[in-house]
């Protein structure tokens, strides 16, 4: 886009979407861009849905970058330190805000952004004219994953396998091998869906949870599957947009 | 305690309980102090009971003060800001692991600390020789939180009502006023257990939310199902330091 | 307090005491809290005083953590970052500032803590409305610790332990054991209360100033010195809150 | 790529390609993803011509936000802070490192980022095992550009314009309106090819440069003038890649 | 110097000397550049009191610009943030540390700069193989200054023109005017060697202590006066350095 | 000058110049203090130039630490972290914006410190109302310098060390010994004038340049030549400060 036509669209709309992910290895069978990959791909599914609603958003170029730091010992990973990506959160949105986008959706797809992506949105809170969102997409389906993947819901597991099958992904099907970790102390769970009792604590270096870097059952993943939950997803995700543009 | 006492509990043990909370409005009723004040008092009686089974841990003195900015509205906060809050954690940790302690437990009592303390032991991970676990006293009890109080679980509600009677905290029962939040976008949540499709956003100014401070139904609390929570918080908490203690 | 209860508070003063010291060894004899705690009471008796004269102030929980990095090398001190420190004294003058209390008296019991101190409430100058003042206890009673203790006056010396024992601060009087430092070069004094010539430096890990961490002699002190040097120091600290209060 | 076959590439070279640029505007002709696109575009180029010489690189997502401030007077342009652009690349480029990556050249696509690059490579100096470069497209053909195009050289000119034109980037032929900028003092230059005397200023808002966003002359531009350009930027570029892949 | 000289100097001793002041106002009679300027006489006497007793020693260029913003009201004052000045004094004793030079004396000129080289030292203390004093002037002669003039000693009085006097530093004689400040509360003093019982506050604007920006009594200062006390303080720092030389 | 002198001079103008340099090797013939000497002359004559056509400036104090880590393998450099130097111009230019110069000047003596000045100047530029100029003495005379010198210009050269004889700086003849710098790859290159194509990176420790750390041709220095390019420096600084002088 020129700026005259994000010009034009700010005279339409003033919601912008920023997918965010990050650069970290996924296993043996998933590219180490599949993150960001993933919540931009659903972000533009989500725009083609609202924009047949007559709501036109803005997409900004993805954050590539996130907090991988316990991916490292795999190589492809690429880490911001923690700060640094916190910053680039606040600066994308300070410069949308600026121009006038007051509703700003971050599209996640990379569970340990979660954290930074929360104080991020705090500090912008009393900086910001508007509202900025975390959207992450499996929190969207929560009820859906449960229903149609085997535990644990983890990192390049059944659940992200089968939606990286939905979106046409690029997935070495000949090299599907997750884990599962068998890490003490139990109250410690690698399972983002696991309810408690839990006990929270920074991850170790995901080679301890999974010698391939997948932890859960990758090779039960299904294109249906992935259809399945990515179908609601988009669904609720425009949803929730279609709500946001109304105030 | 001593540095020489100190010095004799390492020759025991590596645990450290770190209370953390905040000192921020809690409605009509409740002291400003109460989220460190509930922390502190569940690492007590955490301690007591793992002492019962020979096992020492030391407790700080408990972060009093934390990540509140959306109850500065209201006057008795006191908040860091969230830099200066992970900055204190990280500090705290770093010099009891330099002294020997590995197995540092943090006691949270505030839901508003959760992403700074991710943070911090996230950062943490790759400057201390040990392990920093962050329990949230409501993720050990949600199972019960569900079975014995009403939804919202949020702010000076009826499950923290019901624990501060437990613990023997003051109470201004004559001031039991809380609210529902009625804001939208309705994909926001204001219930720390309310199940998905859910969106995330800062806290909004907390009057926004109840007029009061209070969000949920405090009038509903009673020291019995206080206690019920509570035991079952301990219960649990002791049997999670039980099992770090083994490795 | 509840916040209505503060917010009744301010209808009357807009006065806060802040009590800071710090988490490090104190000798053989006394706790490692001595400091915030010392601080603490001293707060406390000062209310007392000034309330007795319908003056009400509002007193903070403590900052138990300082500036300790020479403590270090004894277990049991926890020592912010400087930085950190400055940070939480800001971040707290500020919420209180931000509520309208105007006129805030730190009350500090850590004589390390007073370069940062004196760092932090110049940043504040330019940021808040009205004045915090920084009250050292020492810095009130110079003439009656001369009168009263032998020199040095340095750490967990006579005069902090005659304190001590006026507090009722729990004192293992079988372990008062202080030493006198014979550190080169002879201008850095470990004394505050030293007249000159001097030139400054930091401190040494205190191991290299006293194998107990007592530097002085605690066995000299005694309550009714305690006793003496602490009645001035409350009857010259209301005095200033009265001065202040006035404007 | 998965980590597997990053792992591969790492066998056989340590060579990198970081393209950054900026999101900002570009006249109203060119995108403004244009800097980021072309830095890519020019990488991947470059990898194909070395590559027919055996010589493996990889090449990492593009880092798509810069340092725009001066263009945040137009719609669309997100600037970061300087500090958060030189965090990126320092983390960006130690990550890579410490997979292995010890030749790491960055394409840059945008003149502004040219001051923070620079800070950030000195300061990786001392972290980083091996070394950084800085590859400006159009340091490499300075000779070509005086040749080929009309000064000034600046932003969103003739020669940028024609270079779009050889990549095939989309460019809004019918809005081809470059201004020249009559500011005071005459010796701050907006034009990056300007001999001297000359002295240096901060950009001011790019509209005090041009009305339309594009300083000089863009309807000058072509795409075989550009295609010459482009032909040895790619030639010298991958001339210096085999240099270094030599050591 | 040429670095051979530094070298050459490196195999005689290992001590610097680092003149540190401010540029600041010094009311209508003394020049903005009285406290580095002074530091740097200072230092420079006493370099030749110990080169007599062949010890040398090596003096960087002052550290001009210091802890002012108090200052900021009179033209002329230029102010470094205090965050800003510490890294100052860091950087220059990291740099010599690393030639060698494992004793640095700061000789300071500005009672403002006093709290941030104590948190720099202090800082310090854990990255650098050796010692840093901070020598204020005034701290070797307080018996002097209290024998010869008269109080406040605070700000361009009596003592500070004495010594310039003496120093052959620039001085206009026809306006020597110094105001004594009248500000509450009474606890708070500006004299640096008044004597308790006193509490601490940051600075006001100069200008509300003083509508000169001068402090005391300027026009009892003399040339005799100036070289008795300057006398002392060179006779006391030569003692000082002779003294550190030994170790 | 004294406060009152700042404040009659800001009555007649508004231009200030900061000389700006480092501290650090320069071969073996020439002091450690030659580059903010050097811009501190240059300003000063060009100071008097102008006050020749009735324009007042004011010249602060030279800021004679930069950015020089490639200089420390040499005994006698002193070097800022670049964030420290960034700071310090900002610092020393808020201040004197504060007072009411609006057109201020970098005279800046040291190539290194380019970089970080650009950032300094962007990051100012929303902060303060007014411009600041960097004026690298070199980029006024580039065409002088190559009619005059040969190459390459880059460090304690003939170019650099023909304007020291002309600005009869100590230089220390029987010791003119530069090298030309070997290094790979060819399209990095160490002299400052080299046309493209050329490559950035950052410079490696100064003894793998240069064993003596002149890096060209110092020998062939003359007074003659420095003269006549320091009269053309001086002759478009003076015509640059003249131009800004009128708006």
């Known amino acids: 886009m020129t700026w005259p036509e994000v010009k ?14 990050s650069t970290e290895q996924h296993g043996l069978h998933l590219p180490v861009d599949n993150d960001w990959w993933t919540a931009n791909e659903i972000a533009k599914r989500t725009s083609d849905r609202v924009s047949a609603k007559n709501i036109s958003v803005v997409i900004t170029h993805p954050v590539a970058y996130g907090v991988s ?13 923690i ?3 916190i910053d680039v959160i606040k600066d994308v949105c300070l410069s949308l805000n600026k121009h006038g986008f007051r509703k700003i959706v971050i599209f996640n797809g990379h569970g ?14 009393e900086q910001i004219a508007g509202d900025v969102y975390i959207l992450n997409w499996w929190d969207l389906v929560i009820d859906e994953i449960k229903k149609t993947c085997d535990p644990p819901f ?15 992904q690029r997935v070495d099907r000949s090299k599907l091998k997750g884990e599962i970790p068998q890490l003490k102390p139990t109250f410690v769970k690698y399972d983002f869906l ?3 009792p839990r006990v929270h604590a920074a991850n170790p270096p995901m080679n301890k949870l999974s010698s391939t870097g997948s932890v859960g059952h990758p090779s039960k993943a299904t294109k249906e599957k992935g259809e399945k ?7 609720r995700a425009a949803e929730f947009v279609l709500e946001i543009a109304k105030d």
Do not use: W
């Open 8 to 21: 034009d669209y700010l005279g339409k709309s003033n919601i912008a979407f920023v997918p965010v992910g």
């Open 69 to 81: 730091p316990h991916h490292m010992v795999f190589p492809g990973t690429i880490a911001l330190r």
């Open 83 to 85: 700060q640094t990506f």
């Open 112 to 125: 340990g952004n979660d954290a930074a992506l929360i104080v991020a949105v705090t500090e912008l809170k």
């Open 154 to 168: 983890f990192h390049a597991c059944e659940t992200e396998t089968s939606i990286a099958y939905a979106l046409d």
């Open 194 to 196: 696991a309810g408690g």
């Open 229 to 235: 939950m990515l179908s609601t997803v988009v669904d």
